[in-house]
Structures are given as C-alpha cells and as structure tokens.
C-alpha cells in the first residue's frame, strides 16, 4: 500500500523522500547504466511547470517500451529519494567484511544496482524510482481499455536499511551490531496439501434438468485441512450442507410441477449405530424442472471486496495466533492468506462478460474503492489483475466498512431476475474494528439482502472463521466457500461459477400441518438453528450439477420426534422463485414403523453423512471448549487483546472415549458405503481412521 497524491497537482517540488507519488510528466531523454550486470535506467522528465529531474528505473521494474519523447507520460506509485551520502564516521564494521558502514537510505531499500547508478550519477538533487512497485504509461487520447484502478492511500513510507556497506553492498540491521538475542520462533508444522472431491462439471452430457443445493457452505474443506495440519477444527467447519455439497444424491421420483423448484419427499427409521436409539427422517429432495440448457446465469454487478488487514500477511496454512495466542509471523517464502486471495481474485475474474461489471474494494481499518463500477468490456483487465496482484496487506480489520463500500457501488444499479448484484468478500472472517457483534453483522448483510444485494463469502486460511462465516452465509442469497488451494479454487470456478452467482429459490418454508410430528433437527440448511417444533426454514437454493441423475448437494434431511403412534405426516412447502413468483404444495407423507427402512439410497446416505458430521462437531466442540478453559482468569488487559472473531490454535487431540466411538462409527460407515454403492465416502473413512490413530496420545489430552 502506498502513499499516492493526486496526479495532476503533484510536482517536482512535492516528491518527499521515501514516500511514493502519482505524478504526470513529458518524456525527454532516456540512457543505460550497466551496474555489475544488470541495467538501470536513467530517465530525464519535466513535471507539468517544466521542472526537468532525473528517475531512475529498477532492473525488476516493467520493461519500458512505450516511452516517446515529447508525450505526456503517467508514472503510479513514483518512490521518492534524496541523494545518496557518504559514509558516516561510525566506528561499526560490516560483519561480514568489516567495511565500513553508512546510514541507509531510500534508494538502498530497492537495490543496489540503484544505489550504484545514483553514485555513478552524481545526483546531488532528489530523484524518482521507478522500482517493481510503479508503473509508467503514455497517456493516449485514443485509448480503448480503462485501467480504473486507484491505489490504497495511506501514512506509510518506504523504510530503508539501519546501515549499509559501503565495501560489500550488505544490509545491516542496527541489531545486528549487538549482541544477538536467544531466537525463540515456534516454527510452523509442514505443509500438508490434500485433494477434495473434484464436482462434475456443469456442462456434463449426462444432466437432464438442474439440481438445486442450500446456500451457506460449500465445502468442508476448512475442516480436512485443519486435520492434515495438526490443528483440532473449529465444530461450524464441518456443516452438513458443506458435506451434503461433497456429495450427489438421488432425490426420489420426479412429479409434474409448473414451478421450477420441484420438492420431493422420503422418509426413513433407522437406529442410531451408537445410541441404539431409533429414528425418524424426512428427507427433502431439491430438483428443478429447468433444463441444464436453459440455464443461464443473469448478468453481473460484481464488486470485489479484499481484506488486506494485517492477518491476511500471515502464513495460509497456519494460524495467526498460536494456541498461546501469540502472533505468528509468515516464514520466508511462505504463501500468505493474501497471496491466495490476490490469486483467486485474478481467476475470479476471467469468469466475467464483457456485460458484466466489476468494482473492488480493499479494506483493513477502513475502506478504499481501488476500482469503480465499470463494464468489463471496456476495462483493461489485465492492467486490473496486475494491481491485484500488487497489493499488500497491514492494519486492523473493518469488515462493516468494507461491506458497506461495496454496497454503496451496488444499491443503486438496475435490480431484477436479469442482473445479479453480489459482493464477493475475500477475506479471514476475523473483524475487529467497526461493528464486530454477529447481530449487527447479521443485520447489516441482511439489510442488503433486502436490497437484493447477496454475498459470496471466500474463506482465507487455517484460521478462517468458520462460525461467522456460517452464520452470515445463511442470510438470503449467501453462500460461502474456505480455499485450501488457489489452483482447487481456480479449477472449480471454471466449473461452477454461474452456478455460484444465481440463486433461483428463495424462503422454503417446511410447516409441518399437524400435531403428530415435530421437528427435532434439521441438517443440510445453515438455517437449520433457526427451525421450531413446527417450521424448517431454508433462505436459498442455488443451481447444482447432476451425476447419473443424482443432484450435488441436493438434500436436506429433517429429524423428526413421533408425538403419537397414530400420526400422520402432512406437510405445507412454500417457497418464492428468482422471478418473483410463489408457490404454495400440500403433501402427505407415509413414515413406515419398521426401522432400517429407507425410502431409496439417497436418503440413507444423507442420514449416514449427518450422524458423521454431528459426531466429529460434539468432538471438536469438546475441545475446543475445553482448551478455552484450562487454566484460570487471565485478567491482564492488552492494548491490541485478540477480538472476539480472531482464533486461536488447538492442537489435535482425540481423547479415548472419542477414539472409540469414531471406530464404531468407522465400521458404520464402511457398511452404509457398501450399501449406497458411493465409493467417495471412503474419504470420511480415511479420516476417521486418522483420528483413532491420534488416540495413543492420550496423555496428552486437554485436561478437564
């Protein structure tokens, strides 16, 4: 993030030392200096009051090739510097060769190839550089393609080294030059990449008509890679309607509807592996009547909005703060929850018509629109994607005002089932400035939901928020996706991007029309919490893709408590569609008396994938409660104390009594895979059988 005035007030006169500017200058003349191999450039410009001075231009900047003497040039992100000095009369030493030392300077922070041509120069006035961090561009008045982009403002300045060898080019830290302190890093736990479920793809020749999914998540991917890092998950990263979306299920036999959304029912009894308790299930299957030719996703207001508080400069496979709750900075090279971001952004938007429209938003303390509204016909994407990729990352983070940024952009564009109005928040989940209760969170997404503007929340991280990510994710129109893998994402944006921007239904409501049954749980809805004895609510269904003509995702499975053993289920579904119009079914179903009965595979798998996913969330619940509770008050008050939202690491533990559970549920699990005949659930198998291997390490369980 760099400190930009505006182009066309900045002058010569005003370019401060270590500060970067946007300035407008004519090109005059331009000459090679060859510094031990490597070429800088020495530009002379004049400023817009004719003022001639000197910038010199990095060898790891841009290659200049579309300089022309006499045109008016834009320079972004221009670092100022004052000349560089002699040696001061320090009686340090380099520790390397024991040269003698002089105070850095801003030129030395980018090379020292610059260094060396300043010093071959003989600038004895301040000058400009144009490093990897600034662009140069001849303005034309015939220019086709808009690059919109406005850098993030802020106090920040360039840093240059304690001191520099003037015999051997080093950097020296002032530190350096005392006597060194003990290094008590913790270091991080290796990189363990795993591979997901790969979805069918949107275009398979094999779908009939569209399936249907709940919003909210769309993976538990944050959970897998907690696991194969070490780290007990947090219980949210394992809903049922992100296992749900691992998955296809059949959903029951198709009925003549005039709507799109066609609803079908089925019932199972089944005992409880664990328990030995019976029972009862209502599975509702969610099918269209749409054709997957028919399909077309509506165009697109898009804005963009990327977290670049301080958190997002931390390492993507490891937690911020350890389970100490120490800050833990990003090793050396190490990917960064940014660099996944700005890279997923970049993919994000080759999934854009030229009709369409992009903004981006960053934001950390505050907000900052770095890119206008504006049709992507007529942008210069690839400038666009090459300031993404640029961006860098500090401060606290402000998720109430970059929300409303975006919304600002959007609320007052054209509305309707043709355009698609959604903000895409890349981001770790964790605000902590602004309004940071879940309520007012709640309520400030919902607000723009009624607006009809939806969310799409991109998970960032290991430590990604997965609570509040889950309890945004259920408002209207909102789903949620946690990124273990930019190239995964990238992949699955070219396969379900329409599908992840249109949702088609909105406010199922399942009544449940008399007093034989209530409901006891629901899984598959990130509502699900909100249900009552009598009423399941779902706020959206997105399109899914189909397999052998099975939808993705395409169940929710309601638990329900027999109040009387002559009952009757009788139901009343409603639900309004992206075209406005509301529907209304009235439907009895039969639940049978016999237990182990199913009405068909894809509720018996459902059944099985929810008693997994409840069993792993009472486990990681367990824990993580019980690491927040192992030592006593810790009443000291910090002045940068971690926010409600920021997590901590827990390391993996599986305590004995899980370890024999998760066993049985292991061979529970083998024999309903064998049944269903769906060899993937071998994946939850697989890591059931990594926990119960966690069980030696009893020893070293979170004491009670």
């Not at 834009?74 to 030392?101: K, N, Q, Y």
């Not at 001849?138 to 015999?167: A, F, G, H, K, Q």
């Not at 009862?280 to 099918?287: E, F, K, N």
């Amino acid at each position: 993030m760099t400190d930009h005035t505006d182009t066309m007030d900045t002058m010569y006169a005003d370019i401060a030392d270590g500060q970067r500017h946007d300035i407008a200058v004519e090109f005059i003349t331009r000459r090679a200096i060859d510094c031990d191999g490597k070429q800088v450039h020495r530009l002379l410009v004049a400023d817009q009051s004719g003022r001639q001075f000197t910038v010199l231009v990095t060898p790891d900047s841009e290659t200049l090739l579309d300089l022309k003497t006499g045109a008016t040039h834009h320079i972004s992100g221009l670092l100022g510097a004052a000349p560089v000095s002699a040696a001061s009369g320090s009686r340090d030493e380099c520790p390397d060769c024991g040269g003698a030392l002089r105070q850095g300077q801003t030129v030395d922070a980018v090379g020292s190839a610059a260094t060396r041509a300043a010093s071959q120069l003989s600038l004895e006035e301040s000058f400009g550089i144009i490093d990897a961090e600034a662009t140069i561009r001849r303005v034309r008045d015939d220019r086709s393609l808009v690059d919109d982009w406005t850098s993030m403002d802020n106090d920040e300045t360039i840093s240059p080294p304690d001191y520099i060898c003037e015999s051997c080019g080093r950097h020296v830290d002032a530190y350096e030059l005392r006597e060194p302190a003990e290094d008590d890093r913790i270091l991080e736990n290796q990189v363990m990449e795993s591979v997901s479920q790969a979805p069918a793809s949107a275009n398979s020749a094999s779908q009939e008509t569209v399936g249907l999914a709940a919003g909210g998540a769309k993976d538990v991917a944050n959970f897998r890679e907690n696991l194969a890092n070490g780290y007990t998950p947090q219980p949210e990263a394992i809903s049922d309607e992100g296992l749900f979306y691992d998955y296809h299920f059949e959903t029951g036999t198709r009925t003549e509807s005039d709507a799109l959304f066609a609803p079908r029912y089925a019932t199972a009894v089944t005992d409880h592996p664990l328990s030995g308790e019976t029972e009862r299930y209502l599975s509702v299957g969610l099918d269209s009547t749409l054709s997957v030719d028919e399909f077309e996703r509506p165009r697109l207001d898009l804005v963009a909005v990327l977290d670049v508080s301080g958190s997002m400069d931390s390492s993507f496979d490891a937690y911020y703060y350890d389970e100490h709750g120490h800050k833990r900075e990003a090793e050396d090279g190490a990917a960064t929850k940014l660099d996944a971001a700005t890279q997923s952004l970049c993919a994000l938007t080759e999934q854009l018509h030229d009709e369409d429209r992009l903004g981006v938003v960053l934001y950390n303390h505050r907000a900052h629109v770095a890119k206008s509204l504006r049709d992507v016909g007529t942008t210069d994407m690839p400038a666009i994607r090459r300031h993404i990729r640029e961006v860098a990352a500090g401060g606290s983070t402000n998720l109430e005002d970059g929300f409303e940024a975006a919304v600002d952009m959007l609320v007052d564009g054209a509305s309707g089932p043709n355009v698609e109005r959604r903000v895409v928040f890349m981001t770790d989940m964790m605000p902590n400035t602004g309004a940071t209760g879940e309520s007012e969170l709640t309520q400030l997404f919902a607000e723009a939901a009624v607006e009809g503007v939806h969310t799409t929340f991109i998970g960032m991280g290991l430590d990604a928020n997965a609570e509040l990510a889950d309890t945004l994710s259920g408002i209207r129109g909102a789903n949620h996706y946690f990124i273990h893998s930019a190239t995964e994402f990238e992949r699955r944006l070219g396969e379900e991007f329409d599908y992840m921007v249109t949702p088609l239904v909105y406010d199922l409501n399942l009544d449940l029309d008399a007093d034989g049954y209530e409901i006891e749980a629901v899984h598959g809805s990130p509502s699900a919490d909100a249900a009552t004895d009598r009423l399941m609510h779902v706020g959206t269904l997105f399109p899914s893709t189909k397999q052998d003509g099975e939808a993705r995702g395409g169940v929710i499975l309601v638990r329900l408590k027999q109040m009387r053993s002559d009952a009757d289920l009788d139901l009343v579904a409603s639900w309004t569609e992206r075209d406005g119009g509301e529907y209304t079914e009235r439907v009895t179903v039969d639940v049978p008396n016999e237990s182990d009965t199913y009405a068909h595979n894809g509720v018996r798998k459902a059944v099985a994938l929810a008693r997994y996913a409840r069993e792993l969330r009472t486990w990681a619940a367990d824990l993580h409660d019980r690491a927040d509770n192992t030592t006593g008050v810790d009443d000291w008050f910090l002045t940068d104390h971690r926010g409600e939202h920021e997590r901590t690491s827990v390391p993996l533990v599986v305590p004995e009594r899980y370890a024999e559970r998760f066993d049985q549920l292991r061979r529970y699990l083998v024999d309903e895979m064998d049944t269903v005949g769906d060899g993937t659930m071998e994946q939850e198998v697989e890591l059931l059988d990594q926990l119960c291997q966690q069980a030696p390490a009893t020893s070293n369980e979170v004491s009670d």
